[in-house]
């Protein structure tokens, strides 16, 4: 369930060890979801094997958790497995700073996955067509009649499409499975593998490729949030709060028309969504795939994922449209042991609430980004939360990591690999 309150103040002071013990309390973590999330508690070697070839070993990547999220009324804190300094901190700063409007809300599809057929050799395309969807209940009722508990708690099969290719004798079919809170990718793999050899009587056809798409058009995930002027200014002024606003949409027109702009911009909103799916255990490439082919299918060109706009009022209005398959059954999602505390912590039961915050991650990671790069710049506060893995580099350890760190910042100086190294040798030098 989700937690009742997700503003943690002083949260980043604590340490780890305290953080983790604040979590397991509002989350209820038992000592073995506990454990989990220890290096020594996730993946075995073991479990690893069983689920990837040729195992050697296992690695870790930092789990961090984003605070301060309201989504559709409820509180979330939200756990991101991420290895680049300022992420975390900027989703949760963006997030508390739409509190007054209510948090964030979220408009998901159901969980329509498409299975693809490749048809070749089509004699002709129209008469094949007419026969392939004469044929289309019994086609149906043939992919539903399959031993599956995703068909038998009421999804499965849903409709069957025929598609043009533009290439001469090719013809390509559409099967539109409703996964449920499964992401589908076995379930639909085996329904197209089922049906292609009477897609290819009924055709005259030869199927070629069979399998899931993972542009998932009708798997939407919708989030949408409002910022007053005074939420996202610098000093708690409206008037500063509405130059932040017209830095952040300027900054998103250029997003928006710029191929190269859209690229990094939307590297930056993925940063929140594939956080979060790696930290839930899913497929986080097919994820990134579909949602930087989703602009391109929908828009027609290349653009941002995000969309953002002021309202009447003043305020900024961002809004998020992204295809999201994931799932809560299945997968990594039940077999890791990490994948399983983190949604415990997350706090959610279906592949569509799921979604939908992945979704405000993303809208929220984007803002993060557009605020700083259109007010401070985005090094400034990078540099500052990068600076310890930069200490480490230069060669500190132990104490001396947050000595030398400390020693970097009231330096007043830019922040560089040369000034931590000079700093560390002060510190040696001093002792």
């Not at 780890?16 to 038992?30: C, F, H, K, P, Y």
């Not at 639909?188 to 089922?194: F, G, L, P, Q």
């Not at 008037?239 to 939307?266: C, K, P």
């Not at 077999?335 to 279906?350: C, E, F, Q, W, Y």
């Amino acid at each position: 369930m989700p937690v009742d309150n997700s503003r943690l103040k002083g949260f980043f002071r604590l340490s780890a060890e305290e953080r983790l013990q604040l979590v397991a309390d509002i989350t209820e973590l038992s000592e073995q979801e506990i454990a989990a999330l220890s290096p020594s508690g996730g993946l075995k070697v073991e479990d690893a094997n069983n689920m990837v070839e040729n195992v050697i070993g296992t690695m870790s990547l930092p789990i961090g958790i984003a605070t301060n999220f309201i989504i559709d009324g409820k509180h979330h804190i939200i756990p991101y497995c991420i290895e680049e300094s300022s992420v975390i901190a900027a989703a949760s700063n963006m997030a508390k700073r739409c509190h007054a409007s209510g948090g964030f809300q979220t408009d998901n599809e159901d969980s329509l996955m498409i299975g693809q057929i490749q048809l070749l050799e089509i004699p002709h395309f129209d008469a094949a067509k007419k026969t392939i969807l004469e044929a289309k209940q019994s086609l149906i009722e043939e992919c539903n009649n399959r031993p599956s508990t995703i068909i038998r708690l009421g999804g499965g099969c849903k409709d069957i499409q025929v598609r043009r290719s533009g290439v001469e004798g090719m013809m390509i079919i559409h099967i539109i499975v409703d996964c449920l809170d499964a992401m589908g990718a076995n379930t639909v793999n085996t329904m197209v593998e089922h049906i292609a050899p009477r897609i290819e009587a009924l055709s005259g056809g030869r199927a070629n490729l069979k399998i899931i798409s993972n542009l998932a058009i009708h798997r939407l995930a919708r989030a949408s949030a409002t910022f007053t002027p005074e939420e996202l200014s610098r000093d708690g002024t409206r008037e500063d709060g509405l130059e932040v606003i017209s830095g952040i949409l300027e900054a998103y027109q250029f997003a928006d028309i710029d191929h190269f702009r859209a690229t990094t911009h939307n590297k930056g909103t993925m940063n929140g969504i594939s956080a979060v799916a790696i930290a839930c255990g899913q497929d986080w490439r097919a994820i990134e795939a579909a949602c930087h082919s989703y602009v391109v299918w929908d828009q027609g060109r290349y653009g941002s994922l995000t969309e953002w706009e002021q309202d009447e009022n003043g305020s900024l209005v961002g809004r998020i449209e992204v295809p999201l398959a994931v799932g809560t059954v299945g997968g990594a999602v039940k077999v890791h042991p990490t994948a399983r505390t983190n949604m415990k912590i997350l706090g959610v039961d279906s592949a569509k609430a799921l979604a939908g915050i992945m979704a405000c991650a993303g809208l929220a990671q984007n803002l993060g980004a557009l605020r700083a790069l259109s007010t401070s710049g985005i090094q400034s506060g990078h540099m500052h939360l990068h600076l310890r893995n930069m200490t480490i580099t230069s060669g500190a350890a132990g104490d001396e990591i947050d000595a030398v760190s400390l020693m970097v910042v009231e330096s007043g100086e830019t922040i560089t690999q040369s000034l931590i190294d000079s700093m560390l040798d002060k510190h040696r030098n001093s002792e």
